[in-house]
């Protein structure tokens, strides 16, 4: 066994020999199981002052921003001179590569060493990175003039929706700005129909994170609307051909079918070709 002292003629017993807190010389003896004891010998002890890591855990960010835990607000108050590595572990086995910037959220850890000395401590560090919304849903519609816009808002994470109203072209009526998880508006147009588009701006549902805005686009068309045709009643002959004017307006374009009946009260039957022979 052996007996530690703090002077050299071994008078003095060392109170604490297995946790020796201040650097300085002390003193060993070796005692045999007979009794017999060997030379007091000398051992200096070096004792370098704790290192301390304080961490700050970064502000929390939205995708697809990232975060540097190098940044020198994360280390702030630590103990001067340290150099830092980072790491996935608390044992500091798995390192990590990207540490300027982190993408996924987690516990890491930041260990800080004095290099003049070897001593280190070690200290987690929480990364917290929300997703911000993206919209999931198609970028244009189309719907006749006095439908409803019947539009459900989707995020590819739980979000609120608002919106405003970007360009109208022709003549449409009945879109404004609103917020909720549908658009529901009754838009009417006249002639040849027109476009709103809907500029909708997606928030988390914790309201950290604003997505772009998204820009959806409706069509509005307008049914076909026969503008000029025959008004009065035309006589011809058998076996002679007349001709019979019409147009129309409408969005999209629309085509004339011609039909006739023999009897007011009787089928109408299409005219091919747009003649009508008897």
């Known amino acids: ?26 003193y060993i003896r070796g005692r045999s199981t007979d009794g017999c004891y060997t030379d007091i010998r000398s051992v200096q002890v070096t004792v370098h002052p704790e ?8 502000p929390e960010v939205c995708t697809p921003t990232t975060v540097n835990l190098q940044l020198p607000e994360v280390t702030a108050g630590s103990t001067p001179g340290l ?15 990207n540490y300027t910037t982190v993408s996924v959220s987690g516990i890491y850890y930041i260990k800080g060493e004095l290099q003049s000395t070897g001593c280190f401590d070690i200290q987690p560090v929480e990364v917290i990175i929300n997703r911000t919304p993206v919209m999931q849903i198609p970028n244009n519609k189309t719907i006749c003039s006095g439908d409803n816009t ?60 604003t997505g772009a805005t998204f820009t959806l686009t409706v ?28 147009t129309s307006i409408a969005s999209p374009t629309a085509a004339i079918q011609w039909e006739y009946s023999t009897s007011l009260t009787g089928d109408w039957l299409t005219i091919p070709n747009g003649e009508v022979t008897s």
């Open 51 to 58: 290192v301390h890591v304080v961490v700050t855990n970064p």
């Open 219 to 246: 069509r509005v068309n307008t049914p076909p609307q026969v503008v000029q045709q025959p008004e009065v009643e035309q006589l011809v002959c058998a076996n002679s051909n007349s001709s019979l004017t019409s």
């Open 150 to 209: 019947n539009i459900t808002l989707d995020a590819d994470v739980p979000a609120t929706f608002s919106w405003t109203i970007g360009t109208i072209t022709g003549n449409v009526t009945g879109a404004s700005a609103g917020s909720g998880p549908a658009i529901n508006q009754t838009l009417t147009a006249t002639g040849t129909g027109g476009t709103v588009q809907y500029l909708i701006t997606p928030v988390s549902q914790d309201g950290k994170c």
């Open 1 to 26: 066994t052996f007996d530690y002292f703090t002077n050299a003629a071994g008078t003095i017993s060392l109170s604490n020999p297995s946790e020796v807190a201040v650097s300085g010389t002390y």
């Open 83 to 97: 150099t830092y590595s980072y790491w996935r572990d608390a044992g500091a086995t798995m390192p990590v590569t």
